[in-house]
């Protein structure tokens, strides 16, 4: 009898241990989402005034800088790539950025990465970088950006992916050959 009191009384305790266990994964989110906004390209806004090559803006591929490859979006200044989420708990925003390696030694002063967020009421902007691979060697790489999106957690929002010429002020937008890479919001 003491033996089955025993067997009983830790089995009890292995299932409390079990149903705290499924609380507390319930509590960190559960499964990772991921959304890719390059799947989502189609449904995407997309603006451009750009009309200096024969290359349509919003191309996408593969493309390498300095040995790093990513899917990429051709988004030349002045454009502006908007992608309707959900922004998923725990939600990241991780995209890279840069300008194309037959666009560093041509001419142009580079061009401005911006990264914003709208809700429909309010445009939040997160990231605004100039960067010019012709004449910073620094600048001739992937760049990559991380927003945290948690604040949108479970609302409809707009993530913004804007270009623009040279740094603030700039209108040379010669050879400004902007890419954005494998966009995605990651969320628990």
């Known amino acids: 009898m003491l033996k089955n009191t025993k067997l009983v009384a830790g089995v009890i305790v292995l299932a409390v241990l079990l149903v705290m266990l499924a609380i507390w994964n319930s509590r960190r989110g559960g499964e990772s989402v991921t959304i890719d906004l390059l799947a989502q390209f189609g449904d995407a806004q997309k603006r451009s005034t750009w009309t200096q090559t024969k290359e349509a803006p919003f191309s996408v591929k593969d493309v390498v800088i300095d040995g790093k490859t990513h899917k990429a979006i051709f988004a030349p200044p002045a454009s502006r790539l908007q992608f309707k989420i959900e922004v998923p708990r725990r939600g990241v ?88 890479g494998d966009p995605k919001v990651k969320g628990r």
């Open 93 to 180: 925003l991780e995209v890279f950025y840069a300008l194309r390696e037959d666009a560093w030694a041509a001419d142009g002063d580079g061009a401005q990465f911006r990264i914003g967020v709208s809700d429909g009421r309010t445009y939040e902007e997160y990231l605004r970088e100039a960067i010019n691979p012709k004449s910073r060697d620094r600048d001739r790489k992937w760049f990559t950006a991380t927003v945290d999106l948690s604040a949108y957690e479970g609302q409809m929002v707009e993530i913004v992916l804007g270009t623009d010429p040279g740094p603030t002020g700039s209108t040379d937008s010669r050879n400004d050959f902007c890419l954005w």
